[in-house]
Every structure is written in C-alpha cells, then in structure tokens.
C-alpha cells in the first residue's frame, strides 16, 4: 500500500468528517430527547458518575473485581430505567448511543491489528478521485478501448496487422490488471502517438487501484517537475514527498517519455527512478512514441539498457485511433 501523503491526508479528512457528523447527530438527539424526556438528561448523568467512580476505583487499588461487579449492576438498572423512558417516548432505545458509519471501528480508521476495512476503502476512493483528475479525458476503462480502430493494413515494416496486435495487447493488459500485484512485470509500450497507450496503462493504474494498490500516475515532464521543485524550490511545502512516492509507490506509470526537457537533472532521475525501481522488485510502465532505436539515441545506454532487458516490451502499430474517433464523431 504505496499511498502518497495526499492519499492518507484524503483519508484521514473522510474520516475526521465522519466523526464529526457522528457527533453532532448524537448532540441533536440527545437535545431531542432530553427536551421530550427531562428525566433521561439525569440517567445519563448518573451512568458518567458510575463511569467516574470506576476510574477512582481503579485508583484505589483495593478489590477492585467486588467494585467492578457493583457498579456494573448500577449501571445496568440506569441503563434499564434509561431503555423504559425512551420507549415509554417512542424513541428507539439506542437512541442516546453514538451511531458511527463503521460499527467495527467507531470511525477511528483503525482496530487493534491495524486499518480498518473502512479505512481502507477510503484509501481507495481518494486513490480513485486522484487518478481520475490525473487525467480527466480518459474513462480508464478496457471495455472502451476499440481494435478495430487502429485497422487491418499490414504493417509493411513487421508485417503485423494492426488489429490483431492490438486485440493481443488488450488482452495483456487486460490479465496483466487482473493479476496485478507487487511482482508483476515492469511494461514498455512503445509505438506512434494515438495508439492507445495512455488508455491501457490509466485502465491498468485504475485496476490496481481497485485492488488496493497506491499508484502513481502521470507524463514524465510533468513528474520530473514535482520532484525538481521539491528538490530546489525552498519555499516548497513538498519534504521528499514527491521522491519518496516516484521511488516507493506500489505501481507508476511514466507517460510519454521522451517529451520531456532533457537536462543532467531529468536523466540523472530518469535512472535512479528506473534502477531503484527494478533494484526494489517495484512494477513500473513506461509509454513512448519513440522507437527502441531513437530511446537508445536519446538516453544512455544505463537507462536503455535496463528498461528493454527488464522490462515485458509491448509494442503499438496502427492508424492514430484519435484522428479517426474524431473524424468519425
Ligand atoms: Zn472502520
């Protein structure tokens, strides 16, 4: 669960507001009540007082199991009393009890062996919304992505049809997001602009998300920018979040390589995030428009090197699927 600080804070805010809306309902029953039924605002007075004189019990160190016994059988008579008054008004008798969304954690996000299932939802959700507005075109869907778009001209360089490959390529990807987990393969899709690259990795990034994994998405200009204003931006607010989440997180996707500007910073990092990477067993999917042949003109040898030895490469022919969606709608 490689969540970046956002995620968790997006959580946690959930959570908080929760908490809050919990207790605000109980406030307005309890003036509901007590308005209705004055003698209830005296039993719950009477169950804090059995509560406190526990708390001095436990203070005293005497025989603390003869005290526990007695004031449990005095707070089972108030909460009786407690239980008639409400019903004898037509309330429901746990009426006065704090009603959280999660009944197995009371909304704290945790229980005593760690996140709650709540919790975790909530991750996922916030993961979810982060990912959506990451790139709000896409409908990060495999059901969408059309083969037959692409066309079924042999390519004269490999002699593949279109189509075929493609319908290959979904299928792929489509069993690589269903096993999706920590072990899974680093991917490298590469072929022209318009192939459906983009598509594919965001309907994988959304499907390991589902599954619970933290994912981080987006075009390596883009990326490489957070990291270098975090490094050299002292006014920044980011303390090695953006690092920490390119190095760490449980699955990224680094969209269009190759558009970015190519400074000492950009390949510097564009290694260490690909070496670390592969050194921690961490899946990683890179998209380019550039050829095998124009990557390894382009970057070093210790950059190319380690993505096309490590990484499964799936490659993209066909007719740019964006020029036709759009010429045809
Ligand atoms: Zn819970």
Request: hydrophobic share 40%.
């Amino acid at each position: 669960m490689g969540y970046s600080k956002e995620i968790y804070t997006a959580a946690a805010a959930a959570l908080e507001s929760r908490g809050k809306e919990t207790r605000r309902k109980l406030q307005h029953n309890k003036s509901v009540a007590y308005a209705a039924v004055p003698a209830l605002e005296d039993t719950e007075r009477r169950l804090a007082a059995i509560g406190g004189r526990l708390m001095s019990e436990i203070g005293k160190g005497g025989d603390l199991q003869a005290a526990m016994k007695q004031l449990e059988a005095e707070s089972r008579e108030v909460r009786a009393q407690m239980d008639a008054l409400l019903a004898q008004a037509g309330f429901p008798t746990d009426f006065l009890e704090p009603q959280p969304v999660c009944g197995l954690c009371g909304d704290t996000g945790y229980l005593r062996d760690g996140l709650c299932e709540c919790h975790r939802q909530l991750l996922t959700k916030a993961a979810q919304e982060a990912l959506r507005a990451c790139a709000p075109a896409y409908d990060f869907a495999f059901g969408s992505f059309d083969v037959r778009l692409c066309g079924n001209e042999e390519d004269p360089a490999s002699g593949v049809v279109p189509c075929n490959n493609m319908k290959k390529l979904l299928d792929y990807c489509r069993a690589y997001a269903e096993d999706f987990d920590l072990s899974s393969p680093s991917l490298f899709m590469h072929g022209k602009t318009g192939l459906g690259k983009t598509h594919l990795s965001l309907a994988i990034a959304m499907a390991a998300v589902e599954k619970g994994y933290g994912v981080v998405y987006g075009s390596v200009q883009t990326l490489l920018g957070k990291l270098e204003k975090e490094r050299f931006d002292k006014s920044s607010a980011d303390h090695g979040e953006a690092e920490e989440s390119l190095l760490g997180c449980d699955l990224l996707v680094l969209d269009d390589l190759g558009t970015e500007f190519s400074t000492s910073f950009t390949l510097a990092w564009l290694y260490n995030i690909i070496n670390t990477r592969l050194m921690r067993n961490l899946p990683t999917i890179i998209s380019t428009n550039l050829t095998p042949e124009e990557l390894e003109a382009r970057y070093a040898e210790r950059i190319t090197s380690r993505i096309t030895g490590c990484y499964v490469s799936l490659a993209f022919f066909g007719r740019d699927i964006r020029q036709i969606k759009s010429a045809t709608e």
